[in-house]
């Protein structure tokens, strides 16, 4: 229960600030042995980290977390009592409703695994699902979108691949997509936004700093602006819409990186943010847990099993092309106005999205007031938090803003 004044004072925070956020919180740290190359997945509100490497060997060991207290529990290892074989690192990970999945990775006999086990949070119990179709392969990215989950890029005996595939749990059954458009390689960054995919980052030879977006319902790829930082590999990332991060990671003068990059879906740009709190690190694994980014374990030249919270800011675009825009009252029960300052409102295009991504600009009532007001009728959206982007017609100036509807 969310019962402590810390917890009480986080969530007003977080739902009440926009520009005073973008720091970092030390957490408990990780049970077990110190390790590197983990993977996650939430379910329920709670994060799980599986697997690993440390310095004895590959693991099968699950923990969760619960983070209104803080704290880590021991869970069924993958496979379960019958598990033998399956410790694993440089996995790749997924959430399907209240199941969580680990596939692929490497081992202390097996170089590559295509093996697919599934955890019922249920009945708390690890069960084998369809092998991956693909190569079997390690340091693959992964991420699911709407209750799919889609896998690609990594090494496997032949070298870097490039292929894709989805899983769809209720068929138990894998499809190979169009390839990642990018270079194949491994050690890339994969994580969902909104409907979206991304990838960027990674290994093919040559540290990369490209980066993608995956549309589902077209199977396509379109390269979106390059991520900023030095190129890296062992890099980890998570998305909270409208924005994605890129943090730590190994660069080509084998520095252990700790700056933490922020991409704005809206205005396909990037800005640097807080560096990571604790030392700079490969092999690290995050997750988001109630809008809340988690990050921790890792390689820096030792193991680690730190744990830190990060609480970023609301992402509206940072750019200097931004004209301002206020919309007013805010909250708001059934009715809003935007006014735009220095813009002619007939040369724009109002959109409305949700805190998920989803365009929602259909559900809004709008009639232009003025050449600088928008007059707004909200009392088809559901109460909630909602983002809207002004864009003129050239599509080189952007105004991006938050309404809550009461």
């Known amino acids: 229960m969310r ?4 917890n009480i004072f986080l969530i007003l ?28 997945f939430v379910l329920q509100h709670e994060g799980y980290i599986i697997g690993g490497v440390d310095d004895i060997g590959f693991n099968r060991k699950m923990y969760s977390y619960n983070a209104d207290q803080d704290d880590w529990d021991d869970e069924e290892s993958i496979g379960g009592l019958s598990g033998s074989g399956l410790s694993r690192a440089s996995a ?25 086990w599934e955890y019922d949070l249920a009945t708390g119990t690890w069960s084998q699902k369809a092998d991956f179709i693909g190569s079997a392969r390690r340091q693959a990215i992964s991420f699911t979108i709407n209750s799919i989950a889609y896998v690609g890029t990594g090494q496997d005996i032949t070298g870097l691949k490039k292929d894709f595939f989805k899983y769809e749990p209720l068929t138990n059954s894998w499809t190979q997509l169009n390839d990642f458009a990018g270079t194949a390689r491994r050690q890339a960054v994969g994580f969902q936004m909104g409907d979206n995919g991304y990838v960027g980052t990674g ?3 040559v540290l990369k700093v490209d980066f993608w977006m995956y549309t589902p319902s077209t199977d396509s790829w379109i390269q979106k602006a390059n991520f900023p930082g030095t190129a890296r590999a062992g890099a980890t990332g998570w998305g ?9 990671g190994e660069d080509l003068n084998f520095d252990y990186k700790k700056d933490v990059w922020e991409y704005n879906y809206f205005g396909n740009s990037w800005v ?25 374990t890792g390689y820096n030249g030792i193991f680690l099993d730190d744990f830190y919270a990060y609480f970023g800011i609301v992402g509206l675009v940072e750019n200097e092309n931004n004209f301002a825009s206020i919309i007013y009252p805010n909250p708001a029960k059934s009715e809003a106005t935007i006014s735009i300052n220095n813009e002619n409102a007939f040369d724009l295009k109002l959109q409305f999205y949700s805190i998920t991504g989803e365009e929602l600009t259909s559900k809004i009532e709008t009639t232009l007031s ?9 009392t088809k959206l559901s109460p ?8 003129n017609i050239s599509n080189t100036k952007k105004s991006t803003g938050k309404l809550i509807v009461l």
Do not use: E
């Open 13 to 40: 925070f977080i739902s009440f600030t926009t520009f005073t956020q973008d720091f970092w919180m030390q957490r408990d740290s990780v049970n077990g042995p110190l390790k590197g190359s983990c993977v996650s």
């Open 240 to 248: 909270i819409f409208p924005t994605g991060y890129i943090a730590t």
């Open 203 to 205: 290994d093919d030879g």
């Open 3 to 6: 019962n402590t004044i810390l």
């Open 92 to 116: 790749s990970s997924f959430a399907i409703g209240d199941k969580g999945y680990v596939c692929l990775g490497q081992g202390d006999t097996n170089p590559y695994f295509k093996d697919l």
């Open 272 to 296: 640097q943010r807080s560096d990571f709190m604790g030392s700079g690190r490969k092999n690290a694994v995050s997750f988001v847990v109630d809008g809340v980014a988690y990050l921790g």
């Open 384 to 391: 909630g938090n909602y983002f809207y982007t002004l864009t």
């Open 370 to 378: 003025s050449n600088n007001t928008f007059s707004l009728n909200t």
